[in-house]
């Protein structure tokens, strides 16, 4: 198939008229985007919940934790007396 083949055929294509769509289409259509957009909300909701405990827990054992406090050494008594 040649170019001027080519663009003959999508020439016919574009001119036909367009056929008619069963008005089923455009309900069902609407359904499955409402779905897809609560399902896409919910998902976003519960990534933000997950993201927060996260950070909550994170908070709360940083705070009982304290892990930039040098542990005290156990190696070496004390100095005293001298």
């Known amino acids: 198939m040649s170019g001027n083949d080519r ?3 999508v020439r016919r294509l574009l001119e036909q008229a ?27 909701r519960a990534m933000w919940l997950l ?4 950070a ?14 040098e542990p005290p050494s156990d190696t070496t008594p004390p100095l005293t007396g001298w």
């Open 7 to 9: 663009d003959a055929a």
């Open 18 to 44: 367009p056929r008619p769509l069963p008005p089923e289409i455009h309900t069902e259509a609407v359904r499955r985007g409402g779905r897809m957009l609560r399902r896409r909300t919910l998902a976003r």
């Open 51 to 54: 993201l927060c405990a996260a």
């Open 56 to 69: 909550v827990a994170f908070a709360v054992w940083a705070l009982t934790a304290r892990p930039w406090v």
